[in-house]
């Protein structure tokens, strides 16, 4: 019923930027929160930063003033820009959105495939 589209990701050098996207689609009421998540080889997956239907943001604190969460709603996106990228970023970053399908229903999560980020000089 939701599908979560990923683009984005790669290689990069210590410092250096990178912008992950994600589209839903599909056939659902609304989107509430979309976020993003990592997991690096041996550990728990983390959040990242979310971003809520209203607007309002939560990062984690290693990434905070670095990564930066944007959303559109009309297109039910949801962008993540990552700057100064360090080695300890490396990991599959996921799409994860609340979801809606019918206005009565409790919000379900959906995730999307998975993008690598790797950090390397």
């Known amino acids: 019923q939701v599908q979560l589209v990923e683009s984005g990701g790669g290689s990069v050098q210590p410092g250096g930027s990178l912008r992950l996207s994600c589209a839903a689609s599909?056939?659902?009421?609304?989107?509430?929160?979309m976020g993003w998540y990592r997991q690096a080889p041996g550990k728990q997956r983390e959040l990242v930063a979310d971003?809520?239907?209203?607007?309002?943001?939560n990062y984690l604190d290693s990434v905070k003033g670095r990564f930066t969460i944007s959303r559109d709603t009309a297109k039910n996106t949801v962008s993540l820009q990552m700057n100064a990228l360090k080695p300890e970023d490396t990991a599959v970053y996921y799409c994860?959105?609340?979801?809606?399908?019918?206005?009565?229903?409790?919000?379900?999560?959906?995730w999307g495939q998975g993008t690598q980020v790797t950090v390397s000089s």
């Open positions: 994860n959105t609340r979801v809606r399908i019918r206005y009565y229903m409790s919000p379900l999560s959906y």
């Open positions: 971003i809520s239907s209203g607007g309002s943001t």
């Open positions: 599909g056939s659902f009421f609304s989107i509430d929160a």
